[in-house]
């Protein structure tokens, strides 16, 4: 199973749409930082699964989407939020104590617009970076391959 991870999109779908077209995929993981971009994405794409949290930004923030949310893939679990509330500008140490309270194996995040991954305890953690803002090399996104249980990640440039 493949997974496409988006975060802090901000309005700008282009990127997001160039990478859906060369490389396939079986879920889409928005982590916030404009709703709307999903619902453009569930338009373009409506059998595709895609899943979003709310991030912090205004909109977000009112569209009633959910700000965290747990699932089960290919037999691994995953914890997705956009980080704001988990102080992940400070590090990744909150958000993995929440993660492993939800007995989840990977932990997803944004709001920092800095791609990172790394692992806590038994907890990865993953940041796809900024599609549209980023504050480190470039726009990225990240990859999750899925199989039996075992997951490894990849963040790309573009």
Not at 11 to 26: D, K, N, R, V, Y
Not at 28 to 46: I, K, N, Q, S, T
Not at 60 to 76: E, K, Q, T, W
């Amino acid at each position: 199973m493949r997974i496409l991870v988006f975060s802090d999109t901000h309005g700008s779908t282009s990127a997001m749409f160039q990478i859906l077209e060369q490389t396939p995929c079986h879920m889409v993981l928005h982590l916030g930082d404009c709703v709307a971009d999903c619902e453009e994405l569930r338009w373009v794409y409506p059998r595709l699964d895609i899943r979003q949290v709310a991030g912090n930004d205004y909109r977000d923030l009112m569209s009633g989407v959910n700000p965290y949310d747990v699932i089960d893939a290919d037999g691994v679990r995953i914890y997705l939020v956009h980080g704001h509330r988990h102080q992940v500008k400070a590090g990744p140490e909150t958000l993995c104590a929440c993660a492993a309270g939800q007995k989840a194996q990977l932990a997803l995040y944004g709001h920092t617009h800095v791609a990172a991954m790394g692992k806590v305890g038994e907890v990865t953690y993953l940041n796809p970076g900024s599609l549209s803002r980023p504050r480190d090399r470039g726009a990225s996104y990240a990859v999750i391959e899925i199989h039996n249980g075992s997951f490894t990640c990849e963040v790309k440039r573009l």
